[in-house]
């Protein structure tokens, strides 16, 4: 693998930070209308990333900082559902 390709660079939507795109977990917004964390970061749909750090997503789910990025309004218990199973997958990175 060569050692210079550029590195994708995306925005976090809550710090507002740039960072290298494996450095943040992806949300997408199928084609379907659900939103999910996209672990793959190769679903499709429209995508909007946050840090991998718990403040940013209690930031990001709050207000409408991702139904803007994401272009779409989300509802109370989605961002529950999500705030949880973002939880979980960063306890699991450590
Ligand atoms: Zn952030």
Redesign the pocket.
Known sequence: MAPNRQIAQRT?V??R?VKAKRELLRLVRTPEGNIEIDTTGKKAGRGAY??R?LE?WKTGLKGDRLERALRCTISLDKREQLAQQAEERLRGNG
Do not use: P, R
């Open positions: 976090c809550a710090c930070k946050l840090c750090e940013c």
